[in-house]
């Protein structure tokens, strides 16, 4: 069983950054791949960015330029770099994990999920 714990949530200005932390820790698979998703209060849940375990990335185009995904397979740690926050930013940010498949997806079937960690972005 794998467990995933993020960190590094808050409350911050229009304009500032915020880092994000998830550590994975049990059973995860030989070829993972991980990634942030979020939830806007209200609306579904979205991705924001993806990694395979060899460092290809995934990133969507609403944040694109923005932020930054990264992994530490010798922590199993995985990274959210957020600058240039917006307020339609503000969600509860989530990580996941799961066993890669030949391409790399903002839309992942059935990962393991972490407790989740809010952002909040005042205008």
């Known amino acids: 069983q794998v467990q995933l714990v993020e960190s590094g949530g808050g409350s911050v200005q229009a304009g500032g950054s915020l880092g994000l932390s998830c550590a994975a820790s049990?059973?995860?698979?030989?070829?993972?791949?991980m990634g942030w998703f979020r939830q806007p209060p209200g609306k579904g849940r979205e991705g924001v960015a993806s990694?395979?375990?060899?460092?290809?990335?995934l990133t969507a185009d609403s944040v694109k330029g923005r932020f930054t995904i990264s992994l530490d397979n010798s922590k199993n740690t995985l990274y959210l770099q957020m600058n240039s926050l917006k307020p339609e930013d503000t969600a509860m940010y989530y990580c996941?994990?799961?066993?890669?498949?030949?391409?790399?997806?903002?839309?992942?079937?059935?990962?393991?999920w972490g407790q989740g960690t809010q952002v909040t972005v005042s205008s």
């Open positions: 996941g994990l799961w066993p890669c498949g030949r391409f790399l997806t903002l839309n992942p079937t059935n990962p393991e």
């Open positions: 049990g059973n995860t698979y030989s070829r993972y791949c």
């Open positions: 990694i395979r375990d060899n460092g290809v990335t």
